[in-house]
Nanobody, 119 residues
Framework: QVQLVESGGGLVQAGGSLRLSCAAS????????LGWFRQAPGKEREFVTS????????NYAGSVKGRFTISRDNAKNTVYLQMNSLEPEDTAVYYC????????????WGQGTQVTVSS
């Protein structure tokens, strides 16, 4: 069992930056792919970014590419999401998730952290 806890959300003005963290406990997640998703009010949850277990490959949604950066520190069991040049459209609850390499879908989810970008 893996527990994921996000932190770092908050209110920021457009153009500003935030850094989200997601700490895992219960089991080391060095063998897991990690991802960030978000859900805006009235919308479905959407993929934001992911990173492979060794950090060698990252993927980004087109809407955040060039502005957001995912990274991970397996020694600290933590994944980060650096968000720059934030836009009001980035307002959402952000969730981190972990996918064991043996599965095709993300299996563990955090409780989410609110990010609000004011114009």
């Amino acid at each position: 069992q893996v527990q994921l806890v996000e932190s770092g959300g908050g209110l920021v003005q457009a153009g500003g930056s935030l850094r989200l963290s997601c700490a895992a406990s219960g089991r080391t997640f060095s063998g897991y792919e990690l991802g960030w998703f978000r859900q805006a009010p009235g919308k479905e949850r959407e993929f934001v970014t992911s990173i492979t277990w060794n950090g060698g490959t990252t993927n980004y949604a087109g809407s955040v590419k060039g502005r957001f950066t995912i990274s991970r520190d397996n020694a600290k069991n933590t994944v980060y999401l650096q968000m720059n040049s934030l836009e009001p459209e980035d307002t959402a609850v952000y969730y981190c998730a972990a996918r064991p390499v043996t599965l095709t879908k993300y299996y563990y989810w955090g409780q989410g952290t609110q990010v609000t970008v004011s114009s």
